[in-house]
């Protein structure tokens, strides 16, 4: 039978232990939260589909096929290996 464990169990409502440098909070991400409070919109509030002007999404996200394309390799050259391998080892 398994021995209980000697953990003491913490207060739900008990104080979090922080150290000082946990405590204080950046300049930045107070900004940064202030910004995205008021950039969010409200919920139930619909947001259209509408695109901004002047943004080239294929321009902006130009290394994404790259990648795409990089990892598709990848995964051809690995399903080779391992079809590869079936066929030595059986």
Known sequence: ??????????????????????????????????VASVAAPARGVKTTGVRREGVNLQEEYQYVVADLKR??????????MLI??????T
């Open 1 to 34: 039978m398994a021995k209980k464990a000697r953990r003491v169990r913490r207060k739900q409502g008990g104080a979090v232990r922080l150290s000082p440098a946990q405590m204080v909070r950046p300049v930045e991400q107070d900004r940064v939260a202030a």
């Open 84 to 89: 590869g391998l079936a066929l030595v080892l």
């Open 71 to 80: 990892i598709g390799i990848l995964a051809l050259i690995m399903l080779g």
